[in-house]
């Protein structure tokens, strides 16, 4: 079974910056169909404002293939309930997602931002995420 994850943003700021490392492996899995990416619309527009941002100066070709990645591979979904479950009030729109998708991971750099797992949603780093993947083969 191919799992379903929404990938935080962080993950997707840190393969921007390094194409080798955990992160840019989470969504090698995604471009290499080894996994399902599910997002929204506010959370592509969360990605395409935070990898644009000039202050950051990424690679602009790394930052569009990141986004073709996520536009193209990403199963849109349309959150039908709105949710309060984190402090932070943008980190609900990737609960929101979980939970419309019924995701298996949410993959998150700040692991301290999210409790342990919500429903069918385990949170996970990405090198646990790694991990896990190896451990099916």
């Not at 921007?16 to 995604?30: E, Q, T, Y």
């Not at 949710?83 to 609960?95: C, G, I, K, Q, T």
Request: proline share 6%.
């Amino acid at each position: 079974m191919v799992p379903r994850v929404v990938i935080d943003t962080n993950i997707f700021v840190s393969a921007a910056i390094s194409a080798r490392g955990k992160p840019a492996s989470v969504l090698d899995l995604v471009a290499a169909h080894k996994a399902i990416l599910c997002v929204s619309q506010p959370i592509l527009a969360e990605y395409e404002g935070v990898l644009l941002c000039l202050k950051l100066r990424l690679d602009p070709d790394r930052v569009r293939w990141l986004l073709v990645l996520a536009r193209q591979e990403g199963v849109v979904v349309k959150p039908t309930r709105t949710l309060d479950v984190s402090p932070d009030e943008a980190d609900n729109r990737f609960w929101e997602c979980a939970d419309a998708c019924a995701a298996d991971f949410l993959v998150t750099g700040n692991i301290k931002d999210f409790p342990q797992e919500f429903k069918t949603t385990k949170i996970v780093t990405p090198q646990q995420f790694m991990s896990r993947m190896k451990e099916k083969k």
